[in-house]
């Protein structure tokens, strides 16, 4: 094939611009996400976009919690990573619709301690993630981008889930209750064989009706009810 007719085929003004630009972005920087503390021991870090959030965050997540490599505490390659997660048509839509993650102290220390060489996006986040919790013994680290409440409420879940002893025994409780509810067991399935979880399901399930948002349209399902018992463990 001629070179002119692959530009004809395969590029666009749009794809030309955006790869050239993309080449001018500079490395993420400490000026691209805040931290604060929502109360002790939690750990916020908000990010001006998904992409520079979904990068630093995605290797910890999936050692975390992912369904290949949680269970063995494995860690996820870029290849592997991408081989599984980029469609037919090249999109890695990943790293453009994850908003939110979470992940423990213990999980945070071993994944750092064992991962090996890190990108610079994940270096300049261990490096703050660490000043951050400088002399914390037990601490949850919470990563978000956007404005969405929902997407705050899920991840502060975690974060009191893991941090807050009687909030998780009620949780717990509430869950116990509710185990074979048919919703509860859809968002379940869901969650095991479409978006790639094998550990923590059940805390993860208590999260998505804890915020309350998307159930429809990412489980199919109606759960007012549920949502309703589980926002009341705030009171």
């Known amino acids: 094939m001629r070179a002119q007719e692959f530009l004809i085929e395969r590029w666009t003004r749009r794809t030309v611009d955006n790869y050239f630009d993309n080449k001018k972005q500079p490395n993420l920087s400490r000026r691209d996400f805040s931290i604060s503390r929502p109360w ?3 750990v916020l870090l908000k990010f001006k976009t998904i992409p520079d959030l979904t990068k630093s965050f995605f290797r910890m997540a999936e050692y975390y919690e992912g369904h290949k490599y949680s269970a063995k505490k494995q860690h996820v390659g870029m290849a592997e990573f991408l081989d599984n997660w980029i469609d037919r048509q090249g999109n890695a839509d990943y790293f453009k619709f994850w908003d939110g993650f979470n992940i423990t102290d213990s999980a945070f220390r071993s994944w750092s ?3 090996g060489p890190l990108s610079q996006a994940e270096q300049t986040v261990v490096d ?4 951050a919790t400088a002399g914390m013994k037990k601490f949850c680290v919470i990563g978000i981008s956007g404005d969405d409440p929902a997407t705050l409420q899920h991840e502060m879940f975690h974060a009191k ?7 998780k025994r009620q949780a717990d409780q509430l869950f116990d209750e509710c185990r074979n ?10 969650l095991k064989t479409k978006l790639d979880y094998q550990a923590h399901v059940d805390e993860e399930v208590a999260a998505y ?3 309350g948002s998307q159930l429809k349209l990412v489980f199919g ?3 007012k009810s549920l949502i309703q018992r589980f926002q009341e463990l705030d009171t």
Do not use: Q, S
């Not at 703050?128 to 000043?131: E, R, V, Y």
């Not at 889930?161 to 909030?167: A, E, N, S, W």
């Open 40 to 42: 002790d021991g939690c």
């Open 113 to 115: 301690r064992t991962v």
């Open 128 to 131: 703050a993630i660490k000043k």
């Open 161 to 167: 889930y893991y941090l807050d002893t009687d909030f």
């Open 181 to 190: 509810d048919p919703v509860i067991k859809t968002m379940a399935k869901v």
């Open 209 to 211: 009706l804890y915020a």
């Open 221 to 223: 399902v109606d759960a």
